[in-house]
């Protein structure tokens, strides 16, 4: 039976708008959850994996009856599970098995959420549930409306989410974890929405989301300021969802193993393979280029007028290393990762290939901005789930007292932290991966990371701390702080001593006092000036964040308001329109 199988993974027909190689990195996925290396009974995804081969359908059922049968749990996140193995049936599953998932629509009532991708994956499965079972009164559902009224319901905040998105950005912007629950929740819709409008607009915010995770990645690692991501994946950049879909979408770096649940997922429904032009964005660092982003904060109910504030990124990309930031502040709670260096190595596994600094900011005041549970027990119940949280050694989060401010490969972070602050001192993160560390008498610190050297400037004393799993903190407790990065590739200087060289005679000049400011030029040739809770300026001129486009550069380009995507490669463009719904491609 198992030869029968893997003959019938090899020779079922392939997907006629997929290339051969593409097709099978999806057929690969599948199989890694069709026929798991771990013994063990079968969870929903596994399930899923063997209806798509048209395989062990008596055992699928009665294992999902098994599942169902026990109670469902886990709100949105049994929601598209179940979703999914409803549309992969196909006449498969017994009678019994498909009774028992129909009731549970009825009889279970998942939660909504309370972040961007729970919504979405909420509404995306309650419409496609509803589509499938279209004439249902409310008696008939745990909503208590009808199955018109669902799917109306949830085709209105899909639709929604998607106008928000295509103006201003997403909420819970570029999350190399969360990223995947995006991508499934359109590949769904994209392959088993019928209505015509639906599945469009799906197809082609897969296009979107696609290209907003292809310009800023590093060898399928995506690099840069991330509204969430996990203690362990912020240092082992590698070990994060994102490097599955680097490596499905673009044969990029090398995928987890065995591969996240989110990818495969994804791989059961659309399956959806990126047009040509995003292939080469995402492929091509043979030159260095500048990429800037808008997006939004998450929905703030306290302390502020409006709902959501801007986001504005910068990244600097190429072939040995990328740098990343937002504009610092608290843009989103726990999980923020404002800013840091990555370099480029063969084999990611494991290596620690990042550096940044933040300062470890714990209050209920961010946490009663962002979420609507009472005071009482709020960071107790944070720290449940989210473990370092209130740790004064963790190396995730935002800080309402840190600034930020990137010039091409040049980073200048500036604390103010008002006294009396839970944990007043500056974190850094050192890799253990770093070689040819010095700390020089002029007070840069250098380091090479692969092929990037790094000049690392702190404006106050330190002390090194070790960091478990290896590496070092960077431990300065200063209320007025400050640090300022140059990256360059080994290849301009050919060694750290040249680089060393031509760091020391730059220009710097900085206080900490009254509040810190630095004035620095940089290896580009630019003079940058900044200024604690001032617009940064380059060469004098200060930065323009009312024309900060949704996305600018030489790949992505989208205007706040518009609406509109265009990718761009050499001649090549493909411009998406949400308005009318129309994609357009020229060669």
């Not at 969430?228 to 912020?234: G, K």
């Not at 989103?332 to 900011?361: A, C, K």
Request: charged share 25%; proline share 7%.
């Amino acid at each position: 039976m198992r030869v029968a199988a893997w003959l019938l993974l090899l020779l079922a027909p392939a997907a006629s708008a997929r290339t051969p190689e593409y097709d099978a990195r999806v057929r690969s996925v599948i199989a890694a959850y069709a026929h798991p290396k771990a013994a063990g009974p079968l969870g929903y995804a596994n399930i899923a994996a063997k209806l798509w081969l048209h395989e062990d359908a008596a055992l699928c059922s009665r294992r999902l009856d098994e599942l169902l049968a026990a109670g469902p749990t886990g709100d949105m996140f049994w929601m598209f599970p179940v979703t999914a193995i409803a549309y992969l049936d196909g006449g498969q599953l017994s009678s019994q098995a498909r009774t028992a998932l129909r009731r549970s629509f009825k009889t279970y009532m998942p939660y909504r959420g309370d972040t961007e991708n729970h919504w979405l994956l909420y509404y995306t499965s309650l419409y496609l549930m509803a589509q499938m079972w279209p004439d249902q009164e409310g008696s008939e559902w745990y909503t208590g409306k009808s199955s018109a009224e669902n799917r109306r319901e949830a085709a209105e905040w899909i639709e929604g989410w998607v106008r928000l998105t295509t103006r201003r950005g997403q909420g819970e912007y570029d999350s190399p974890h969360y990223m995947g629950l995006y991508f499934l929740s359109m590949s769904y819709l994209a392959e088993w929405a019928t209505d015509a409008a639906m599945k469009k607009r799906a197809t082609m915010m897969l296009d979107y989301l696609i290209a907003d995770y292809a310009a800023e990645n590093l060898d399928g690692i995506f690099v840069g300021a991330h509204s969430r991501v996990y203690d362990n994946p912020v240092v082992e950049k590698w070990n994060n969802v994102s490097s599955d879909f680097g490596w499905l979408l673009f044969h990029l770096g090398r995928p987890l193993d065995p591969p996240d649940s989110y990818v495969i997922f994804y791989a059961l429904a659309s399956a959806y393979e990126p047009p040509e032009i995003l292939k080469r964005i995402a492929t091509d660092r043979s030159e260095p280029y500048t990429h800037y982003e808008r997006k939004r904060t998450r929905n703030r109910w306290r302390f502020n007028d409006e709902l959501h504030g801007p986001v504005y990124k910068t990244t600097y990309v190429r072939k040995e290393y990328a740098v990343s930031s937002d504009q610092g502040g608290i843009l989103q709670p726990i999980q923020e990762h404002s800013w840091d260096v990555t370099w480029s190595v063969p084999d990611p596994r494991g290596v620690h290939n990042t550096l940044f600094t933040l300062q470890p900011y714990s209050s209920l005041y961010e946490l009663e901005t962002y979420f609507t549970f009472p005071p009482d027990t709020s960071i107790a119940g944070v720290v449940s789930s989210k473990k370092s949280y209130d740790s004064p050694d963790k190396l995730v989060g935002g800080s309402p007292y840190e600034k930020i401010f990137q010039d091409q490969d040049t980073v200048i972070a500036l604390y103010d932290i008002a006294p009396g602050t839970r944990f007043p001192q500056i974190n850094g993160f050192f890799s253990k991966d770093l070689a040819e560390v010095e700390e020089d008498k002029s007070g840069w610190i250098f380091a090479r990371g692969g092929e990037a050297l790094i000049a690392f400037r702190p404006l106050q004393p330190y002390s090194w701390k070790p960091i478990e799993g290896g590496g070092r903190r960077l431990f300065s407790p200063y209320l007025k702080n400050g640090a300022v990065v140059q990256v360059a590739a080994r290849a301009e200087f050919g060694d750290m001593g040249a680089f060393r060289k031509a760091m020391v005679a730059l220009p710097l000049e900085y206080h900490v006092e009254p509040a810190p400011w630095v004035r620095v030029r940089s290896l580009r040739g630019k003079t940058l000036t900044f200024a604690y809770g001032e617009t940064p300026r380059v060469d004098g001129k200060p930065l323009d964040y009312e024309r900060w486009p949704l996305f600018g550069g030489p790949f992505v380009e989208a205007g706040v308001d518009s609406e509109q995507l265009i990718l761009k490669y050499g001649s090549m463009r493909r411009t998406l329109d949400f308005r009318k719904l129309t994609v357009t491609d020229t060669p």
